[in-house]
């Protein structure tokens, strides 16, 4: 996605240990407009595939994932990074953080992932993939179908997009950095 290239090229900020930081756009200021444009890539790119509800994992993958919803009339349901005390049939997991470099608990309501569900799971990033194994995990326990997996940055000298495609999960990326080696960011 051109546009998207364009301004992580502009804006993005190169951190040591191959973090993209994109705060002033994607996950700290957020540029409404161009996640406008992101939701209507996702949704060309996933347009052959029957999907009845998107998932998302906070806090980053809500506002594609709004946007997303908001253009297809579609629900939608964020996988939680704490265990509220009120959720009811709540399916977890465990899950490393790239960036904070700990293991947490993520949880979702099977009231709201069930097996009559054809899910588009979307994120912001893709890196080593953990998030999106924790979604593939809830979604087994679940009996929800994944139909795809969503991401605006794929960092592909980290190994996420290959687990995810060796499993045979269909995976669209807007942008993909090959490297950020030198903290200069080399977008394909
Ligand atoms: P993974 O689970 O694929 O290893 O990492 C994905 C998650 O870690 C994303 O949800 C995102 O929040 C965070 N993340 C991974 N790499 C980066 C990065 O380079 N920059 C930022 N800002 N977040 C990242």
Known sequence: MELLKQRILQDGRCYPGGILKVDSFINHQMDPMLMYKIAEEFIRRFQDRKINKIVTIEASGIAPAIMVVYIMHLPVVFVKKKKPKTMENMLSTVVHSFTKDRDYTV?????????????????????YGNAAMGMVELAEQSGAVIEGMGFIIEKAFQDGGNLLREKGIRVESLAIIDNLDDCKITVR
């Open 107 to 127: 949880c979702i309501s099977n009231n709201f992932l069930t097996p009559e569900d054809h899910i588009l799971f979307i994120d912001d990033f893709l890196a």
